[in-house]
């Protein structure tokens, strides 16, 4: 394999934001360490700024319709990447916001914390734009690097740092898995490179190596049966790192996802299929079985993440462009109603410290906002219309249900009113009960504005989505090649009603 | 069918959300007495504008008319369309109206949160409204699942009983799991139009629109699952027998003005005579369907008069009595024949006068008594005779009795239902008679006869309020029962299709599709 080092100025270009972005992190860096005394909002803004120019240099890309491909196809940039890249900027910019009021509860290295957000963020942007197994192992490890700490943040916390143990624990293991899938495969192709990999037949090493590829992948996107670190994780970490996790990690793993499973195992779709099939069924229904006994909000939300993936993974047993279509379009509704609830978590749990349903009682009184935002939040989980969530599902039914994947539909619908009756518990709560405590609770500014910004998204993607319809569709063009091979390899239980 | 009369005005978009409007502007209300002034006024607006849509609509035409038609999800074939034909604008009218009595009807009853109440009473009429006018099958499943919403927090909020909790959730799960097998229908409906416009070089690509979907053939086999998927879902939400357990609760421990619109307003019905019989009219025909449908039909009909028989609580009585009513529509539907349609079509539109009404009488007597249950009444026509007038006259109507609406509807179910098929006729007609018996039975037991002990000196009579939902029903029943051409003029057009349709089955043919293109 040869690299060449050569780099031409607009090879330079392509690696603008993420160039940005490190130097950005140096910055903070200094400047927590230069001016001890800053106030940490101004640290926070600091990150955003240099998150928003990101962000900002994404844009430009992504309409100018700049694109390409570096160190021989290691790292690629097109609209996909820059999908996904604008997914985690986008994110991580809400969190850092919400974070600010969250913050004065760490007692040490407040600087760093943000600093530690950006540089996960900037490890997932890497990510995106994998496209071999070794750029894939660095930057996945890189962004993993930095949620290590970031969840055992809390440092007097026992749940914070159990947390942080089991993550470090698990994650480490997956990273074995990872690195030996790695190995496997290319002892038996020879190649790293997704693009160049000629798979022709399936060898047991090859099967084996990409299962715990998949595994390794599996593990970030918190599918079942690789979820086990999610409820706890999710329980004891920092809130707003929650919600980090809950989002951008994903978005980040499955762009790889959506790599290696179409470009270089686009012609063994029979086989996969099953796999993600498998995986699918199991992440909805044990997602949403084991959220309805679910006490606190976190897990409530650990469980019904474990169970939104599931629903993510029908588009991807699809196995079409409308299918990665679909994928898209539905972490970007995921997007919105995910941050926004952990959002709401985080004002409750900074007025009343606690993150139970059950001091959720009377939330509609104590602060109707909230309340409504909730509201319309869990029913654009739930996937009830016209909010965002209704159209992301019926986008990956339709793509699904072209493939003939009625089982998986049937399940995905029954889990839908499963769903609905937790995410119903804690309407409930909000509006039914009354409150412990009638005191009203005040929703602080940065919080407030994480909260339009998802209240927005979920109402416009729900009324008025062709924007972002479009948008997906040109942001996987690259699939629009797929190679359709019929579904033969499947036993007719799966494919036929 | 197909045609279609596009309206200069976009009056359809301002009937489905002048409500919602109506019910956000409702928030910026303070005074609980300007909230219901309000809340009346644009329920009244909302009516005047469903008359006049009412009058301006051309009848004996099967055309859609009134047309709006918005590309709203290019990517996915779902578009913002809405029509009414003769099938929907009667419902447009009934639901106009029965809000505006309810709003009237909750004026004293409605006690706490009444701004809350009245804000959900009218996103119900925008959604309830959003069903009965939309044309793309997605925009209705939008507003159908919307529903829940408005519905779930009125009988959990405002509902009297102390299962209310429970009975709000299992109305919410069990609609909600009958949606879901008809989005599955939907899906596939709109795939099989995908098959066809690739295979034809159509576009768009993909449909969801009715008007659309009916000019593409499907296959029987495919046409027999859609049914039964999409027969779920208006099943559930009818409900069909043996479909119907969230029923009696949510009548019961929800609020009056939610029991008006649950037993008032038939979707489910609605959603078998606007999509299934068209869209597929082999599957709709075929021998295995309409004999379990007809047969479920029946066990409804001698199953909710059986238990309404026996109710000692007049609401749970009502629920059952519901029950029964909906096996007629249903029987008459799947007679499929020109008089069955019609006859379930007025029926759906005479229940929302009758069951509607003699919901509103159970309010009064609720509101009276605090009760419905039987041992609170007993000979209430001494005290209240005119409330027992009304009870008497509006319950004769929802039995059938000549002269009033009931009878002009049941009437030509029966004869469509004679006409199919001799047996199902037949057990049909014995449902008259028990319907017959439980209201005549209940009625004598709670108005007439000794006077109960629980029944005070002091108890009023109907207040001025009271009267004019009463009299307001009243004169419905009797303008339908006496001179319903107009009426069936206004069905005539659309029934007719339908019933073409059905005999011509969904073979394609290409003369429908120029006509689509007129518009």
Redesign the interface.
């Known amino acids: 394999m040869n690299f060449s080092l050569t780099m031409s100025p607009s090879d330079l270009l392509l690696l603008l934001p993420e160039i940005i972005l490190t130097a950005w992190l140096c910055l903070i860096l200094i400047v927590d360490f230069s001016f001890p005394r800053l106030p940490n909002e101004q640290l926070a803004y600091l990150s955003i700024a240099g998150l928003g120019a990101t962000l900002g240099c994404l844009v430009w890309f992504n309409i100018g319709g700049v694109t390409g491909a570096l160190f021989a196809n290691m790292f690629v940039l097109d609209r996909m990447a820059l999908f996904f890249k604008m997914f985690i900027v986008g994110s991580t910019m809400l969190v850092i916001l919400a974070s600010i009021d969250y913050v004065h509860r760490f007692k040490f290295f407040r600087g760093e914390y943000y600093f530690l957000i950006v540089m996960s963020a900037l490890g997932m942007m890497f990510m995106a734009s994998a496209n071999d197994l070794l750029s894939v192992f660095v930057t996945l490890e890189f962004s993993t690097f930095g949620f290590y700490v970031l969840v055992a943040y809390l440092r007097e916390d026992m749940a914070s740092n159990e947390a942080g143990i089991k993550f470090f624990i698990l994650g480490v293991f997956a990273a074995g898995l990872l690195a030996y899938g790695i190995s496997l495969v290319y002892g038996e192709t020879g190649q790293l490179v997704f693009s160049d990999m000629k798979l022709t037949e399936v060898t047991p090493g090859l099967a084996i190596g990409f299962l715990l590829i998949f595994g390794a992948l599996g593990f970030k996107i918190g599918a079942v049966p690789f979820h086990s670190w999610i409820p706890d994780t999710y329980h004891g970490s920092p809130t707003p790192v929650t919600a980090f996790l809950s989002i951008a990690p994903k978005g980040a793993a499955f762009a790889i996802l959506l790599r290696m499973f179409f470009v270089a195992l686009a012609t063994f779709k029979p086989i996969w299929v099953l796999l993600l099939v498998a995986a699918s069924v199991l992440s909805m229904t044990y997602g949403n079985i084991v959220a309805i006994a679910q006490k606190n909000m976190k897990r409530l939300l650990a469980y019904s993440g474990i169970a939104q993936i599931g629903n993510v993974l029908i588009g991807l047993a699809a196995g079409t462009k409308m299918g990665n279509?679909a994928i898209l379009f539905y972490l970007l509704t995921y997007f919105f109603a995910n941050l926004g609830a952990f959002a709401i978590i985080i004002a409750v749990s900074e007025a009343i410290g606690s993150e139970e349903i059950d001091d959720y009682s009377g939330l509609g009184r104590r602060s109707p906002f909230l309340a409504f935002s909730m509201l319309i939040f869990l029913?654009s989980l739930a996937g009830?219309?016209?909010l965002a969530g209704?159209?992301g599902k019926?986008?990956i039914?339709?793509a699904a249900?072209?493939e003939g994947l009625?089982v998986l539909?049937?399940v995905g619908?029954?889990n839908?009113?499963i769903s609905?009756?937790y995410y119903?518990i804690v309407v409930?709560k909000m509006?039914?009960s009354e409150p412990h405590d009638p005191s009203r609770i005040r929703v602080s500014g940065p919080i407030k504005a994480v909260l339009y910004v998802c209240l927005a998204g979920t109402l416009i993607i729900g009324i008025?989505?062709?924007p972002f319809?479009?948008w997906v569709?040109s942001a996987t063009m690259m699939f629009s090649g797929l190679v359709d091979v019929p579904l033969t390899a499947i036993p007719p239980a799966v494919i036929n009603? | 069918m197909l045609e279609e009369l596009a309206s200069t005005f976009p009056i359809l978009t301002c009937i489905l959300f002048l409500p919602l409007v109506g019910a956000v502007v409702l928030w910026l209300v303070e005074d609980e007495d300007m909230v219901r002034i309000s809340a009346l006024t644009i329920a009244l607006v909302e009516l005047a504008l469903s008359v006049f849509v009412l009058l301006r609509f051309l009848p004996d035409s099967a055309a859609m008319q009134f047309t709006e038609h918005v590309a709203w999800i290019p990517a996915l074939g779902v578009s913002y369309h809405l029509a009414a034909d003769g099938i929907s604008v009667l419902f447009v009218g009934l639901t106009a109206f029965l809000t505006v009595l309810i709003v009237i009807y909750s004026w004293d009853t409605v006690r706490h949160q009444v701004k809350l109440y009245m804000m959900a009473l009218l996103a119900l009429e925008t959604t309830t409204m959003g069903v009965f006018l939309s044309i793309d099958l997605i925009l209705f499943f939008v507003f159908w699942e919307l529903m829940l919403i408005p519905s779930y927090f009125l009988i959990k909020l405002w509902g009297g009983g102390a299962e209310r909790h429970y009975a709000a959730l299992k109305y919410v799960l069990y609609t909600l799991l009958g949606s879901v097998f008809m989005l599955v229908g939907i899906a596939l409906l709109d795939l099989n139009y995908h098959q066809w416009a690739t295979l034809h070089h159509m576009d768009p690509s993909y449909s969801f629109d009715l008007l659309e979907l009916l000019a593409v053939p499907i296959p029987l086999s495919q046409q027999i699952l859609i049914f039964w998927l999409l027969f779920l879902g208006f099943a559930f939400k009818a409900p069909l027998f043996p479909f119907h357990t969230w029923l009696p609760d949510a009548l019961l421990e929800g609020p009056i003005g939610m029991a008006v619109v649950l037993a008032g307003l038939k979707l489910g019905t609605f959603g078998f005579i606007r999509f299934s019989i068209p869209l597929l009219p082999d599957a709709s025909k075929s021998q295995t369907v309409v004999t379990v449908i007809m047969v479920l039909g029946l066990l409804a009909i001698l199953y909710g008069a059986i238990m309404a028989l026996i109710q000692s609580d007049f609401r749970r009585l009502l629920a059952f009595s519901s029950i029964s009513h909906l096996g007629f529509v249903v029987i008459g539907l799947f007679a499929l024949n020109y008089q069955g349609l019609q006859g379930s079509l007025l029926t759906m539109i005479n229940l929302g006068f009758s069951t509607a009404g003699l919901f509103f009488i159970a309010g009064f007597l609720y509101s009276r008594q605090q009760s419905t249950e039987l041992r609170a009444f007993g000979g209430m026509a001494k005290q209240t005779p005119v409330l027992a007038s009304f009870f008497l006259f509006i319950g004769l109507a929802s039995i059938g009795l000549p002269g009033t609406n009931g009878f002009v509807g049941e009437f030509l179910i029966l004869l469509g239902t004679f006409k199919a098929n001799w047996l199902y006729g037949g057990i049909a007609v014995t449902g008259v008679i028990f319907g017959a018996a439980y209201f005549l039975w209940y009625y004598e037991r709670a108005m007439l006869g000794p006077v109960g002990k629980a029944v005070k000196d002091s108890l009023k009579d109907l207040h001025p309020r009271e009267m004019i939902i009463a009299s307001a029903l009243s004169v419905m029943i009797l303008w339908i029962g006496l001179y319903p051409a107009p009426f069936l003029r206004i069905m005539n057009g659309s029934v007719q299709a339908l019933v073409d349709r059905v005999d011509r089955g969904a073979m394609p043919s290409l003369e429908s599709k120029l006509q689509i293109r007129v518009d």
């Open positions: 279509d029913l009830v219309p016209p209704f159209i019926l986008y039914f339709i249900m072209k009625y539909i049937t619908l029954i839908i009113v609905m009756y119903l409930k509006y039914i008025y989505p062709q319809t479009d569709v009603p």
